[in-house]
């Protein structure tokens, strides 16, 4: 990785970092960020939960933020604002150590979605599925989500 | 609301925030527990994201923690812990301060589960349904989650 490749992934966690507070509870670090493809990650100890593995919410903040930050990488979306419409998690093994979520989308969706915001719609529907994985590789969740890149009319409707 | 019910609300928070640190983080409290019903809340400030309302992640959280909250709860499920397997989340309107998860099973669904658990089955499903809340009572999004009591044999094998 060049050194100007880990400014950015180190601006990029800091920016996440200011804008959530949340993410610097979780200690959570951008650790990939190209279009159409973008990766987090968390260390265990600020997200263990009773039975020493990664919280479920933990997880679940891990896969969505991917949905905010894939977005400016991947398209020119000046004037619009990623939301976060819908997601589903599925937990699939105990999350131990750090978890990385990894996200990336197809070309063809990638295609549509700058087709669509170049002809200026309103509302750019698209679905992002990420996995998270342990150190070994190990799928321990998956998820599903359903986002809008919505043109701002008025500032500051985001929960994502 | 009795001093002997705020006693219990209390602990019930301290113990959950001692379980999973970022809870602590959050600020969650615990504000309403009986069998068969669960509700938690968290204020803004510390779970604020970038357009000043509630993170997607802390909502989500708010919602899941009360499938760990409402079993023990509501029958005894020594032996047994609870994990969660599958969440689906919606969000619906934008979540502007101190916003509240609750969930309520159906006297049918506690009965079945009653009667599993009193049968020693390995494994107990059951679905819970959370509405998150904001102080005027908009809903700002809404969760199903599916759950399993599971049969411990391993010690610390869940996410939830």
Redesign the interface.
Known sequence: MKVSEVNVLEAQTRHVRD????FD??QLTVVGLAPGTAAVQAPQE????????????????LA??LGGLLPPATWDITGY?P?????????RA??MGTIRATAELPADEIARVGQELAAGAAKVWFTLEAVLTDSAGVT??STEGKYVLMQMTV??????
């Open positions: 804008a959530i507070p949340l509870a979780m600020p997200n263990r939960n009773h039975a020493g593995m990664m919280y479920a919410g933990s997880l679940f903040s969505e933020v604002v939301i976060v419409a819908d997601v589903r998690i599925r937990f105990p999350a321990v969740a500032p500051g409707s985001a929960n994502g």
